[in-house]
């Protein structure tokens, strides 16, 4: 969907943050984000970087934005400014410890695809993605 953006949100320095996806395959392209350099609060760096995505997206709702984390603290940054959390089970923290910190969603890798559909577990109405349309909320 062209409409989507891809925001970086970490606590890792830039060039850090650079090597780390890249050695992984994953691309090094965003349309926005935030560095460990700017700030150690993880919801603050979320914030900055949410802040910094309504250059390119003017007319978004925290509520529609998706963070992407491996720890509890990723989880709870998200909460913390209204954002959906999806937890990825790949580090040292197992699927249960990231639903009990209030992930929304728990993948077990960071490859790993949705094969039923996601629906928000603040509003049970909101199909968050449905993997038969592909489309997303």
Known sequence: DPRAKLGLATGNLEDAARMKLLSTGLSWTHDFGAFGGETSD???????????????????????????GDTPRDVAAAKAVGAAAIGVACGPYAIEELLDAGADLV???????????????????????????????
């Open 107 to 137: 993948l077990e890798t960071p490859r790993a695809t949705l094969k039923q559909p996601f629906w928000s577990t603040s509003d049970p109405s909101r199909v968050i993605f449905d993997p038969q349309s592909g489309n997303s909320a």
């Open 42 to 68: 993880r919801a603050d760096l979320l914030d900055l970087a949410f802040r910094r995505a309504r250059s390119s997206l003017p007319a978004y709702d925290v509520a529609s934005l998706y963070v992407v």
